[in-house]
């Protein structure tokens, strides 16, 4: 789960430790650490916090903008400046800072990423991004050969795009189009024709997106260790999010790590249900885990830029804030508490409408169920009685636990959109 640091908020900071996440995701500033900022100096010890928590930092590195070791560029309508990028004036320089801080943080820093979603935040060009994530590779790799890269995240629409714009080019226009309007419904302007279609991506930002998307599996491959998608989607949107970038590593004839970020469908000014947020939280991380990415992190620990993918609540109140953990925050705990350690995880692919994953946790199994619609399931266990336990908590944070027995090694369980977890008991 993202959060932040002690420093940043030591409350929330507490709470993040206590749901018992075991990654985070923080930046770090170029700009910063050269005009030693207290910025800089809280990251050290924020780290140092972290790494004695147990917890993984995937550090980002930020070129920053408006300062002097950058190109002066202009903002992109819309970005805010802390969010934005310029490329360096010296990448000698800037190969320099990467060497010094992957040195520094030896040990503690393993994970790296060259900036989020750059064809959105970066005021250089695509070129001019891959530039900067090679000569972050090769300076991070000969400061640590053990240290692993990320390009820029990505998010899911700009993995979907260009995923469309393969179906359209290969001529598939009927799939091309019906992925599009499935996928961006409520979000961008449905498409009806092939000629509507070309026009939508043949716009400057949108062949932007699909132009960096290519290139991160074939040109620039070499130079990435570990491939990022972010779906602040529904589960459905996630896996093929995921398959696709799958299906693009095979055409190019490799197969690396991908870690996500997750979090429940996040459009700004669309609220989503405290039930159906409780319910994304098992949902996204059942299909992602469970069909071979590494680290999932939940974006985010607070509602974020009007959208509800927070599983805390924060309220202001004169000058300071108060929290409280939604009914979500408790389904990450448990959820932590079933799967951490988990040994290996099995997509069991059954019917169209059911979701069975199967995790191997000290050596016992256990499942996570749901159905898009209601369907009743036969499971074979190798016990005489399992427990099930909802993974949506009543008003008190209490879930419900039932056991039941098996009749001919088979349990036959009533499955519904809210996931269950199925142990042999």
């Given at each position: 789960?993202?959060?932040?640091?002690?420093s940043?908020?030591?409350?929330?900071?507490?709470?993040?430790?206590?749901s018992?996440?075991?990654?985070?995701?923080?930046?770090?500033?170029?700009?910063?650490?050269?005009?030693?900022?207290?910025?800089w100096?809280?990251?050290?010890?924020?780290?140092?916090?972290a790494?004695?928590?147990?917890?993984?930092?995937?550090?980002?590195?930020?070129?920053?903008?408006?300062w002097?070791?950058?190109?002066?560029?202009?903002?992109?309508?819309?970005?805010?400046?802390?969010?934005?990028?310029?490329?360096?004036?010296?990448?000698?320089?800037?190969?320099?800072?990467?060497?010094?801080?992957?040195?520094?943080?030896?040990?503690?820093?393993?994970?790296?990423?060259v900036?989020?979603?750059?064809?959105?935040?970066?005021?250089?060009?695509?070129?001019?991004?891959?530039?900067?994530?090679?000569?972050?590779?090769e300076?991070?790799?000969?400061?640590?050969?053990?240290?692993?890269?990320?390009?820029?995240g990505?998010?899911?629409?700009?993995?979907?795009?260009?995923?469309?714009?393969?179906?359209?080019?290969?001529?598939k226009?009927?799939?091309?189009?019906?992925?599009?309007?499935?996928?961006?419904?409520?979000?961008?302007?449905r498409?009806?024709?092939?000629?509507?279609?070309?026009?939508?991506?043949?716009?400057?930002?949108?062949?932007?997106?699909?132009?960096?998307?290519?290139?991160?599996?074939?040109?620039?491959?070499?130079?990435?260790?570990?491939?990022e998608?972010?779906?602040?989607n529904?589960?459905?949107?996630?896996?093929?999010?995921?398959?696709?970038?799958?299906?693009?590593?095979?055409q190019?004839?490799?197969?690396?790590?991908?870690?996500?970020?997750?979090?429940?469908?996040?459009?700004?000014?669309?609220?989503v249900?405290?039930?159906?947020?409780?319910?994304d939280?098992?949902?996204?991380f059942?299909?992602t885990?469970?069909?071979?990415?590494?680290?999932?992190?939940?974006?985010?620990?607070?509602d974020?830029?009007?959208?509800?993918?927070?599983?805390v609540?924060?309220k202001?109140?004169?000058?300071?804030?108060?929290?409280?953990?939604?009914?979500?925050?408790?389904?990450?705990?448990?959820?932590?508490?079933?799967?951490?350690?988990?040994?290996?995880?099995?997509?069991?692919?059954?019917?169209?409408?059911?979701?069975?994953?199967?995790?191997?946790?000290?050596?016992?199994?256990?499942?996570?169920?749901?159905s898009?619609?209601?369907?009743?399931?036969?499971?074979?266990?190798?016990t005489?009685r399992?427990?099930?336990?909802?993974?949506?908590?009543?008003?008190?944070?209490?879930?419900?636990?039932?056991?039941?027995?098996?009749?001919?090694?088979?349990?036959?369980?009533?499955?519904?959109?809210?996931?269950?977890?199925?142990?042999?008991?």
């Amino acid at each position: 789960m993202t959060g932040p640091g002690p420093s940043q908020n030591g409350e929330l900071y507490q709470l993040y430790l206590d749901s018992g996440a075991k990654i985070t995701w923080w930046g770090l500033s170029w700009k910063d650490v050269a005009q030693n900022t207290s910025l800089w100096s809280k990251l050290n010890s924020d780290i140092d916090d972290a790494v004695n928590h147990g917890v993984t930092v995937v550090m980002q590195f930020k070129t920053g903008a408006n300062w002097s070791k950058v190109e002066n560029r202009v903002l992109t309508p819309g970005l805010e400046e802390w969010k934005a990028n310029s490329p360096p004036k010296d990448l000698n320089e800037y190969r320099d800072f990467v060497s010094q801080m992957v040195e520094h943080f030896k040990g503690k820093v393993k994970y790296w990423e060259v900036l989020n979603e750059p064809y959105g935040t970066f005021l250089g060009s695509n070129d001019e991004y891959f530039e900067l994530l090679r000569a972050t590779y090769e300076a991070a790799h000969a400061a640590d050969p053990d240290i692993k890269i990320t390009h820029g995240g990505v998010a899911s629409g700009a993995y979907i795009e260009a995923e469309v714009n393969d179906l359209l080019y290969s001529g598939k226009i009927d799939e091309a189009m019906n992925l599009f309007n499935w996928f961006f419904e409520n979000q961008r302007s449905r498409v009806e024709s092939e000629t509507e279609l070309r026009s939508v991506l043949g716009q400057e930002q949108d062949q932007r997106v699909i132009g960096y998307v290519n290139a991160l599996f074939s040109n620039y491959s070499s130079y990435i260790d570990i491939y990022e998608f972010h779906s602040y989607n529904p589960y459905d949107k996630t896996i093929r999010v995921l398959n696709y970038i799958k299906s693009k590593m095979a055409q190019n004839g490799f197969e690396k790590p991908v870690r996500a970020k997750v979090g429940t469908l996040a459009l700004p000014g669309v609220l989503v249900s405290e039930n159906t947020r409780a319910k994304d939280v098992v949902r996204n991380f059942a299909v992602t885990l469970g069909n071979g990415v590494g680290k999932v992190l939940w974006f985010t620990m607070t509602d974020a830029e009007n959208r509800s993918n927070g599983l805390v609540d924060a309220k202001q109140e004169g000058g300071s804030f108060t929290y409280a953990p939604k009914p979500a925050y408790y389904t990450y705990k448990l959820i932590v508490s079933k799967l951490e350690g988990f040994s290996s995880a099995e997509n069991l692919n059954l019917d169209e409408n059911i979701f069975a994953y199967k995790f191997i946790v000290d050596g016992k199994p256990i499942h996570v169920l749901w159905s898009s619609s209601n369907a009743n399931l036969s499971l074979d266990l190798s016990t005489n009685r399992a427990k099930i336990t909802n993974s949506v908590p009543d008003s008190q944070a209490n879930f419900s636990v039932q056991e039941i027995g098996a009749v001919n090694g088979k349990i036959t369980l009533a499955l519904t959109e809210t996931p269950l977890f199925v142990e042999e008991a």
